[in-house]
């Protein structure tokens, strides 16, 4: 170990205790394969031991690793028995690995940098013209639309009308002038169901029961004809007076 | 000039936030000479393809080929159905053109918004037809050859007449006669 | 294919804000059918000029050449330099991508700063690309078209020495070590 060596490094360009250890293992100018660990455990603790008291006691994670390091330091020194698993061979291949993989990362970033970056070394139309999509809408309505719109306007603008449709009726004066025209040909008491004309449609047939009862009542008022009833819900016999 | 010196031009040239004059060129380049050249080298290498070099009062500038600036626009058609406020304002200007915007509204018995009649011109089935002679003037509204293509009529006329609609029973449920007049004297005020 | 088709592909990539893919340069001419070739033949047609065709992703784009850059340099400011934390979390989104921040973290030995992804993906160099399957769900983070173009990469393949580093086992998933786990704890409690 060569004290000149941590002398020279940047303590401010560094980035926790991975990087500290990046650049010792660096500046012993070796292949990062051939590394002895070992050298650069003891490397680390007499850094932290000189430079920590004043720049890194602040620093959790570099006395995280000392104290880590320190352990596979003494692992690797014990005897082979009885050491747990993963050894500490194990371990410090795992920690060369990531040595090895954050330099790699590094140099790739660099020669990231490196590379022809845009707005630096090629440079691209400053303000293209663009390509613009317009979204143009075709409007869909048929003749149907159209004119049944129409109708529905003329209809709101209409006053509302309201009309009560015709339903078939046999009116009073119908069946006062058949009761009339019938009294002659009948003599005695007859049931009312004679005088009402035969009609297909029941609302019909209804309508001329009514009318025919009312102008009964209409005859007997006038003293044509005389009406009788034996009961209640019997049927209404008529008579010429 | 060398190549170089003509690939240094047309670089500039395509990288600069402005048209360049030569002298423009000539300063970034260091020198004036070949500059004339290299841009009359670069614009007839260009002149037949998607990318064309132009001059502009003096200067040059790349831009993409006068006869494809069309493809930079691209119109993307989508197809949609006219809403109902904008089929009855199309019908009754159908029917009663040329009408104003208010007399629209006064038939329809319900205001128009502005987009509506937007869309109709937009379509291509109205357009503006004149200025009514009376007090504020408005504008009228009237439909257009593309109207008739559009639905199929070879003249306004050939719309349904109201004794149309009622056979085809687009008015029911109105069927009181002395009717008829009433609304065709309406539709004449119009 | 005809020249027409060539130099109208010609114009869409001089005029378009973004690379294009043959997709879209396809889909505004309507037709994929010699797309690509008409893109190789323009490539080849700039090749040794002062502006180039270059592939970014599948995705192409006219840019200077880059040899000239030293001429073209002065007339822009110098984007501003990446710090080395982000630097190197770059990298190592770009080459192990999609990377949780806590791989990120591990690989680095060291918590990224709040400031370090910010401006990755401010520059839109990055963006989220996920959340891996796994307890906490955590959110990777992958590179993004513009990262290619921006440092002038066809594809990830280009990525310098990518192919060394996977077979060297540096691209590995990271492992959890007893020592990962020591230093990540240490790192969450900051």
């Known amino acids: ?241 | 000039m060398t190549t170089d010196f003509q690939r240094a031009v047309e670089a500039l040239l395509f990288a600069s936030e402005t048209p360049l004059s030569a002298d423009d060129i000539g300063a970034r380049l260091g020198t004036d000479e070949g500059v004339r050249s290299a841009i009359e080298a670069i614009a007839a290498r260009h002149a037949r393809h998607g990318i064309n070099l132009v001059e502009r009062g003096g200067r040059w500038h790349f831009q993409t080929a006068a006869d494809l600036s069309h493809l930079l626009r691209e119109t993307r058609e989508s197809s949609r159905r006219l809403s109902r406020a904008g089929t009855e304002t199309l019908a009754i200007i159908a029917y009663h053109e040329p009408v104003s915007r208010a007399e629209i509204e006064a038939i329809r018995g319900v205001q128009i918004s502005k987009g509506t009649l937007d869309v109709l011109m937009e379509a291509g089935w109205v357009s503006p037809a004149g200025r009514r002679e009376m007090p504020g003037r408005p504008l009228t509204y009237a439909t257009t050859p593309a109207f008739l293509r559009h639905f199929g009529l070879s003249d306004r006329r050939d719309l349904p007449g109201m004794d149309d609609l009622r056979a085809a029973g687009l008015l029911d449920p109105v069927v009181d006669t002395g009717f008829d007049g009433e609304l065709e004297s309406s539709d004449e005020d119009d």
């Not at chain 1, 603008?157 to 002659?184: D, F, K, N, T, Y």
Request: aromatic letters at 6%.
């Open chain 1, 1 to 241: 170990m060569n004290d000149g060596d941590f002398l020279t490094l940047d303590l401010d360009g560094w980035e926790g205790p991975l990087n500290l250890l990046l650049a010792l293992a660096r500046s012993q100018k070796v292949d990062l394969h051939q590394i002895s660990i070992l050298a650069l455990v003891d490397q680390y603790l007499d850094y932290l031991n000189r430079a920590g008291a004043e720049r890194l006691d602040q620093a959790a994670d570099y006395l995280v690793m000392a104290a880590w390091l320190a352990y596979l330091k003494s692992c690797l020194l014990l005897p082979r028995a009885e050491q747990e698993d993963p050894g500490p061979e194990e371990l410090a291949f795992r920690l060369q690995q990531r040595l090895l993989r954050l330099d790699a990362m590094r140099e790739a970033g660099a020669r990231l940098l490196a590379r022809d970056v845009v707005g630096r070394d090629v440079f691209i139309r400053p303000a293209p013209e663009g390509l613009a999509t317009e979204q143009r809408v075709t409007w869909q309505a048929s003749l149907y639309d159209l004119i049944a719109a129409y109708g529905l306007v003329q209809m709101r603008r209409v006053p509302v009308l309201h009309q009560i449709a015709r339903r078939p009726v046999l009116s009073l004066e119908a069946a006062l002038s058949r009761i009339e025209a019938m009294l002659g040909r009948i003599g005695d008491w007859t049931a009312i169901a004679a005088f009402v004309p035969k009609q297909d449609d029941p609302d019909l047939q209804r309508s001329a029961l009514a009318s025919t009862v009312v102008a009964t009542l209409e005859l007997a008022r006038r003293g044509v004809i005389d009406l009788r009833q034996q009961a209640p819900f019997a049927p209404l016999m008529i008579c010429a007076a």
